[in-house]
């Protein structure tokens, strides 16, 4: 994700001179080509998140864009008064760029590890909130970032992620994807465990389980439409998150759902509501959190069964 996103990055910049990119002491082998290319463009600020965003804000009233990029705790916690009231409450075109998405830095430990950003960003008022699932919809999100004209926050994986989607597939902030159509349980998932749940739903099809599947890239604003009618249609949901089970994609789905009239159940899976002290992989964080293909095809057949999962 981090490559499409300098590709696209570099495609932007060459067209439009006010773009800036600011980083906090990272990725300077990524954005080698973006340094050398755009010398007087190209800021490190250093680790002074804070810093980055308040010269961020300021660039912004001399119709500057400034893109700011470095791993997600840092950027949005560290410096989250600054995004708040430098950023959000003036509305700022600040484009907010996070690497490292749920456990992805997974054996650099807990103080690394992205689980609360999406309920925290979505909370702002005026921030608009993204979560590419491969790295095509990183290019298509990065494009579509900088036509925003207030502040916005996307939430990148760092370790490889594969294509999942298709070249030519329409990507449009606040309008989920419908990857798969299916009667019998909705599947909604955002970012890079959209690869989980198209194998999940694959595993159900073998069990005569037929698994509607939606791509929720935008949580806000999110797609209540979307939301509506597949919920209207399968009467069961659950959301795959890679993000605490409390403030994510589920809460957001489960806020949606509230506003109507009718019978709907929801399961929430994602990361446990606690910090994940073991030291290891990205995947062995998922699987010890029961986000693997295998524990997650129990658990579904046990909700569809109303049991206690």
Request: proline fraction near 3%; charge should be negative; glycine fraction near 8%.
């Given at each position: 994700?981090?490559?499409?996103?300098?590709?696209?990055?570099?495609?932007?910049?060459?067209?439009?001179?006010?773009?800036?990119?600011?980083?906090?002491?990272?990725?300077?082998?990524?954005?080698?080509?973006?340094?050398?290319?755009?010398?007087?463009?190209?800021?490190?600020?250093?680790?002074?998140?804070?810093?980055?965003?308040?010269?961020?804000?300021?660039?912004?009233?001399?119709?500057?864009?400034?893109?700011?990029?470095?791993?997600?705790?840092?950027?949005?916690?560290?410096?989250?008064?600054?995004?708040?009231?430098?950023?959000?409450?003036?509305?700022?075109?600040?484009?907010l760029v996070g690497v490292g998405?749920?456990?992805?830095?997974?054996?650099?430990?807990?103080?690394?590890?992205?689980?609360?950003?999406?309920?925290?960003?979505?909370?702002?008022?005026?921030?608009?909130?993204?979560?590419?699932?491969?790295?095509?919809?990183?290019?298509?999100?990065?494009?579509?970032?900088?036509?925003?004209?207030?502040?916005?926050?996307?939430?990148?994986?760092?370790?490889?992620?594969?294509?999942?989607?298709?070249e030519n597939y329409n990507f449009?902030?606040?309008?989920?994807?419908?990857?798969?159509?299916?009667?019998?349980?909705?599947?909604?998932?955002?970012?890079?465990?959209?690869?989980?749940?198209?194998?999940?739903?694959?595993?159900?099809?073998?069990?005569?389980?037929?698994?509607?599947?939606?791509?929720?890239?935008?949580?806000?604003?999110?797609?209540?439409?979307?939301i509506y009618n597949t919920a209207?249609?399968?009467?069961?949901?659950?959301?795959?998150?890679?993000?605490?089970?409390?403030?994510?994609?589920?809460?957001?789905?489960?806020?949606?759902?509230?506003?109507?009239?009718?019978?709907?159940?929801?399961?929430?899976?994602?990361?446990?509501?606690?910090?994940?002290?073991?030291?290891?992989?990205?995947?062995?964080?998922?699987?010890?959190?029961?986000?693997?293909?295998?524990?997650?095809?129990?658990?579904?057949?046990?909700?569809?069964?109303?049991?206690?999962?």
């Amino acid at each position: 994700m981090r490559d499409s996103f300098n590709k696209e990055l570099l495609k932007i910049a060459d067209e439009n001179s006010n773009i800036f990119l600011l980083t906090a002491d990272i990725g300077f082998q990524v954005f080698d080509e973006f340094r050398s290319k755009f010398t007087d463009r190209f800021l490190n600020m250093g680790v002074a998140e804070a810093n980055m965003i308040g010269v961020a804000s300021g660039m912004t009233l001399n119709d500057k864009i400034p893109i700011c990029y470095t791993i997600i705790p840092f950027l949005i916690m560290r410096a989250f008064e600054q995004i708040r009231t430098d950023v959000c409450i003036q509305n700022l075109p600040v484009k907010l760029v996070g690497v490292g998405g749920g456990v992805s830095y997974g054996t650099l430990g807990p103080t690394h590890h992205s689980l609360v950003d999406l309920a925290i960003m979505r909370s702002l008022p005026n921030m608009t909130v993204i979560s590419p699932a491969d790295p095509l919809e990183t290019k298509k999100a990065t494009s579509a970032m900088i036509d925003i004209e207030g502040p916005v926050y996307v939430r990148l994986g760092k370790n490889g992620e594969p294509n999942l989607l298709d070249e030519n597939y329409n990507f449009e902030i606040g309008k989920g994807v419908k990857l798969k159509t299916g009667s019998d349980i909705s599947i909604i998932s955002t970012g890079s465990i959209l690869s989980l749940s198209m194998n999940l739903a694959n595993e159900l099809k073998k069990n005569n389980i037929d698994a509607e599947v939606i791509n929720m890239h935008t949580l806000k604003p999110i797609d209540k439409e979307l939301i509506y009618n597949t919920a209207n249609k399968t009467k069961k949901i659950i959301t795959l998150e890679e993000h605490n089970i409390i403030g994510g994609l589920g809460s957001a789905v489960a806020e949606t759902i509230s506003e109507y009239n009718f019978n709907v159940k929801q399961k929430i899976f994602g990361i446990n509501d606690k910090f994940n002290y073991g030291v290891g992989s990205q995947e062995y964080h998922l699987e010890k959190n029961g986000l693997s293909v295998e524990n997650l095809l129990i658990k579904v057949k046990n909700f569809l069964k109303d049991k206690d999962v």
